[in-house]
């Protein structure tokens, strides 16, 4: 046996060290890239909860920036981040819109009058097509549409202070639509910058 | 050769994955039974986002049974062909769901081990094939045999 030989089971450790660090290296196996990130929100058709009769599309997303929260009362990690959607309903101006996701409508309507209400209005997705469309694997899931209803970002998982400091939030005051109470007190008196309809 | 085996049983190691297949409830209508066998295949192919480790086919999630209904609903209402069925989940949730993944600079390790370790298992092979080769030719000098001779005390 040559000397090189000695080194092959140090070769094979470090084989074995490398495919174990890519493995257990991907970040979070269960949080998986989403697909449809710089992509334009697909067209949906799908009644509202407040009023069934009601439909609304993707019309209605678009034309200010869009915080899509889909929610379920089946599912507890909505109901830990429901005090961070109230807050960022009370404290910015963004458009919160809920998706029920394969819920039952007057199961979503008493959570909605228990815990109180932070959505401008809810989307009905009781089959989960619309789930399908947007690549939801779970509740809950956020996403962040500019304007034009493109997605700028996903989150799996619930929206906690954390995510909305560091991810929410920024993102949020590129757009122009974020009001600390220390900006909007600066800015009383003087004309809205941004421009976005009220 | 201690070390081949090694290498065999990890390779073995990362090669098993264990699929359970679980019953399945759904009921869907198909306009023929050629039909039937293309869901069947798709549906096999496809990875569950929320349980890793099992195919959508085999698995009882929620979202596992939606994308069966989707899968349903491509072949038979909307006529899509296999690829495009592929295409549309892809679009949706990303190479994840594909448990055939396509080659791209991500995914490349993965297509790239197996020619990798079979290239090293074939380099191992040759060496040990030219190292008995080389054995089997050594000769002794005439001295050496004597000194052979004399150590056996034959003669």
Same mark, same amino acid.
């Given at each position: 046996?040559?000397?090189?030989?000695?080194?092959?089971?140090?070769?094979?450790?470090?084989?074995?060290?490398?495919?174990?660090?890519?493995?257990?290296?991907?970040?979070?196996?269960?949080?998986?890239?989403?697909?449809?990130?710089?992509?334009?929100?697909?067209?949906?058709?799908?009644?509202?909860?407040?009023?069934?009769?009601?439909?609304?599309?993707?019309?209605?997303?678009?034309?200010?920036?869009?915080?899509?929260?889909?929610?379920?009362?089946?599912?507890?990690?909505?109901?830990?981040?429901?005090?961070?959607?109230?807050?960022?309903?009370?404290?910015?101006?963004?458009?919160?819109?809920?998706?029920?996701?394969?819920?039952?409508?007057?199961?979503?309507?008493?959570?909605?009058?228990?815990?109180?209400?932070?959505?401008?209005?809810?989307?009905?997705?009781?089959?989960?097509?619309?789930?399908?469309?947007?690549?939801?694997?779970?509740?809950?899931?956020?996403?962040?549409?500019?304007?034009?209803?493109?997605?700028?970002?996903?989150?799996?998982?619930?929206?906690?202070?954390?995510?909305?400091?560091?991810?929410?939030?920024?993102?949020?005051?590129?757009?122009?639509?974020?009001?600390?109470?220390?900006?909007?007190?600066?800015?009383?008196?003087?004309?809205?910058?941004?421009?976005?309809?009220? | 050769?201690?070390?081949?085996?090694?290498?065999?049983?990890?390779?073995?190691?990362?090669?098993?994955?264990?699929?359970?297949?679980?019953?399945?409830?759904?009921?869907?209508?198909?306009?023929?039974?050629?039909?039937?066998?293309?869901?069947?295949?798709?549906?096999?192919?496809?990875?569950?986002?929320?349980?890793?480790?099992?195919?959508?086919? =085999?698995?009882?999630?929620?979202?596992?049974?939606?994308?069966?209904?989707?899968?349903?609903?491509?072949?038979?209402?909307? =006529?899509?062909?296999?690829?495009?069925?592929?295409?549309?989940?892809?679009?949706?949730? =990303?190479?994840?769901?594909?448990?055939?993944?396509?080659?791209?600079?991500?995914?490349?390790?993965?297509?790239?081990?197996?020619?990798?370790?079979?290239?090293?298992?074939?380099?191992?092979?040759?060496?040990?094939?030219?190292?008995?080769?080389?054995?089997?030719?050594?000769?002794?000098?005439?001295?050496?045999?004597?000194?052979?001779?004399?150590?056996? =005390?034959?003669?």
């Amino acid at each position: 046996m040559n000397r090189a030989s000695l080194f092959i089971p140090l070769g094979i450790f470090c084989l074995i060290m490398f495919v174990g660090f890519i493995g257990f290296g991907l970040e979070d196996r269960h949080q998986l890239p989403s697909a449809l990130l710089g992509k334009p929100f697909p067209n949906f058709s799908a009644p509202l909860l407040g009023d069934l009769d009601t439909t609304v599309t993707k019309r209605d997303l678009v034309g200010r920036p869009t915080l899509v929260n889909v929610w379920a009362t089946w599912c507890p990690t909505c109901k830990a981040e429901h005090a961070q959607l109230m807050d960022i309903a009370a404290s910015t101006d963004v458009q919160l819109v809920g998706v029920n996701y394969k819920d039952n409508v007057p199961g979503a309507r008493r959570w909605l009058s228990d815990y109180g209400d932070p959505y401008d209005f809810v989307i009905v997705d009781a089959s989960g097509d619309l789930g399908v469309e947007l690549g939801v694997y779970g509740a809950p899931e956020t996403f962040l549409l500019d304007a034009a209803g493109n997605i700028v970002y996903k989150r799996v998982g619930d929206v906690n202070p954390r995510i909305w400091r560091d991810e929410l939030a920024p993102r949020l005051a590129r757009m122009g639509v974020f009001r600390t109470p220390e900006v909007e007190a600066q800015e009383s008196g003087k004309e809205d910058p941004h421009g976005y309809p009220s | 050769m201690n070390w081949l085996g090694a290498v065999l049983g990890v390779m073995l190691a990362l090669s098993t994955q264990v699929v359970l297949a679980a019953s399945q409830v759904d009921v869907y209508q198909f306009d023929s039974e050629q039909q039937q066998q293309r869901y069947k295949r798709l549906i096999e192919e496809f990875r569950c986002p929320k349980c890793l480790n099992t195919n959508i086919a =085999g698995s009882d999630a929620p979202i596992a049974q939606d994308l069966r209904r989707t899968v349903h609903k491509l072949v038979v209402t909307d =006529g899509y062909e296999d690829q495009q069925v592929r295409d549309f989940l892809q679009q949706r949730y =990303g190479d994840f769901v594909l448990y055939n993944p396509p080659l791209t600079g991500r995914t490349l390790v993965i297509w790239a081990m197996p020619v990798l370790l079979a290239l090293i298992g074939l380099l191992v092979i040759l060496q040990l094939l030219l190292r008995a080769r080389a054995k089997r030719s050594v000769a002794l000098s005439a001295e050496e045999q004597s000194r052979l001779r004399e150590i056996l =005390g034959k003669d």
